[in-house]
């Protein structure tokens, strides 16, 4: 079945520490996104990419980084820098940016202990 | 800035009610507009969505309302069951090489 795969759905982080969220999708979709969803704030994006070896920072890209190597991974990087990691990170795609709807992965959720 | 704002945050309908719930946005420039649903734990799901060429769209029990002069549109939900208990997230776009901008969402909890 096509769809998007994140790994791994529990993640915990030291500080100090940059942690890597993989995202796979086989949907042959050239747009992929990160979310951060933090309760009450709704999803806000991180960064997005329309095609591979090309990204856009969004709102709140800060203390993040990302790659796009293949068109199929979009991993995510949460890194030292990043002050108030602990969340629920989803990532999507979609066929085009502003083009149809997207396709979420289930999640994952990282805490700093 | 918040582009998409969605009210209520929380929503409690009794079962065989009508749900309903509101976004805004500024952006004149935004032509797509998605509804999510999301269960506890998991990623959102495209419930329906609606661009500005129609003022309604109704698949089952969802429809999404459109009024382009005041840029806001709704979801209703009609004859609310206990299994739509989830949070509904609006969002919106524009041209080509726009990303979804999302309300914050509205918890709906259905009663029996």
């Known amino acids: 079945d096509g769809g998007i795969t994140q790994s791994p759905k529990y993640l915990f982080r030291k500080e100090g520490q940059n942690v890597t969220l993989s995202c796979e999708q086989n949907l042959n979709h050239d747009a992929m996104y990160w979310y951060r969803q933090d309760p009450g704030q709704g999803l806000r994006l991180i960064y997005y990419?329309?095609?591979?070896?090309?990204?856009q920072k969004g709102d709140i890209a800060e203390g993040y980084s990302v790659s796009r190597e293949k068109k199929e991974s979009f991993p995510l990087t949460v890194t030292s820098a990043q002050k108030n990691p602990t969340a629920f990170y989803l990532c999507?795609?979609?066929?085009?940016?502003?083009?149809?709807?997207?396709?979420f992965g289930s999640g994952t959720r990282l805490t700093v202990v | 800035q918040q582009q998409v704002k969605q009210s209520p945050q929380s929503l409690i309908v009794q079962k065989g009610g009508i749900s309903i719930i509101n976004c805004a946005y500024e952006?004149?420039?935004?032509?797509?507009f998605p509804w999510y649903q999301q269960f506890p734990g998991k990623g959102p799901a495209l419930l329906i969505a609606?661009?500005?060429?129609?003022s309604e769209k109704k698949e089952g029990r969802f429809t999404i309302s459109f009024n382009k002069s005041a840029k806001q549109f709704s979801l209703h939900i009609m004859d609310s069951q206990p299994g739509d208990s989830a949070t509904y997230f609006c969002?919106?776009?524009?041209?080509?090489?726009?990303?979804?901008?999302f309300g914050k969402g509205t918890s709906l909890l259905v009663t029996p």
């Open positions: 952006n004149t420039a935004f032509d797509y």
């Open positions: 999507a795609s979609s066929i085009a940016t502003g083009l149809g709807g997207y396709t």
């Open positions: 609606i661009r500005p060429d129609v």
């Open positions: 990419s329309q095609i591979v070896n090309d990204f």
């Open positions: 969002a919106a776009s524009g041209d080509s090489g726009y990303a979804l901008n």
